[in-house]
């Protein structure tokens, strides 16, 4: 049988359904990349440099793995994606809350403001890495402390990026958006399905 072309260096759910519902066929691949901010480095980069190195590490797991049977069974070449998604309120990157005091602590910064989530998506093959970055804005209205509490103890914002959910309960927080919705949720689909198209074609040249 013939194998997708497509992986996905992710273990997010959103992420496998929003690159399902743009119809892309993809195979999931376990990679282990360390989300550490270094000293200095700007939010656009530290986003970035990690969806490629997910995408990366993926590409090293497919060399490592003796996957012979995919390699003999397509005609395409193959593609990782990775990708990579934090909140930033003026300038300070929020990743996943460590306890319900950090959540809290998150959720205090966005009330009432406007933050933006950054996005980055990498598509990687053995010799190429392309990476794209998509912010959009979002406003929250006031959240009081025990909503927050309350939001906490519901499970939601354990796993996500600035401890929330547009997607879930969180939604009631946002008053506006502007941007690209998918990409709050962890992968841009419009510019993700145009990298891969002009990725695609850069491979097949
Ligand atoms: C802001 C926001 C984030 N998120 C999620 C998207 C990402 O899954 C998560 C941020 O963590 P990431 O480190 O970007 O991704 P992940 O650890 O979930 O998955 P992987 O690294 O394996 O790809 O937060 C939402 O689901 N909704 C939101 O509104």
Redesign the pocket.
């Known amino acids: 049988m013939k194998q997708t072309n497509m992986y996905l260096a992710?273990?997010?759910p959103?992420?496998r359904e929003l690159l399902t519902q743009i119809g892309v066929a993809f195979s999931v691949l376990s990679v282990d990349v360390e989300?550490q901010q270094q000293v200095d480095e700007l939010a656009p980069d530290y986003v970035s440099r990690l969806a490629r190195d997910?995408a990366q590490a993926g590409v090293a797991a497919l060399n490592y793995t003796n996957i012979a049977e995919i390699k003999t069974n397509t005609a395409d070449k193959q593609m990782v994606l990775?990708?990579?998604?934090?909140?930033v309120y003026a300038g300070l990157v929020l990743?996943?809350p460590i306890d319900e005091a950090d959540s809290v602590r998150m959720l205090s910064l966005l009330s009432g403001q406007e933050h933006q989530?950054m996005t980055a998506v990498a598509l990687a093959d053995e010799s190429r890495c392309w990476v794209e970055l998509v912010t959009t804005a979002v406003q929250f209205r006031e959240i009081s402390t025990i909503e927050m509490h309350d939001y906490w103890r519901t499970g939601e914002p354990c796993?996500?990026?600035?401890s929330?959910?547009?997607?879930g309960i969180?939604g009631k927080f946002v008053s506006h958006i502007s941007g690209s919705y998918s990409a709050?949720?962890?992968l841009p689909l419009m510019q993700t399905e145009q990298l891969i198209q002009a990725f695609r074609a850069e491979q097949n040249k």
Do not use: H, L, M
């Open positions: 992710s273990q997010s959103r992420r989300e997910k990775g990708a990579d998604t934090i909140v990743e996943k989530v796993d996500k990026a600035g929330y959910a547009i997607q969180a709050v949720v962890g």
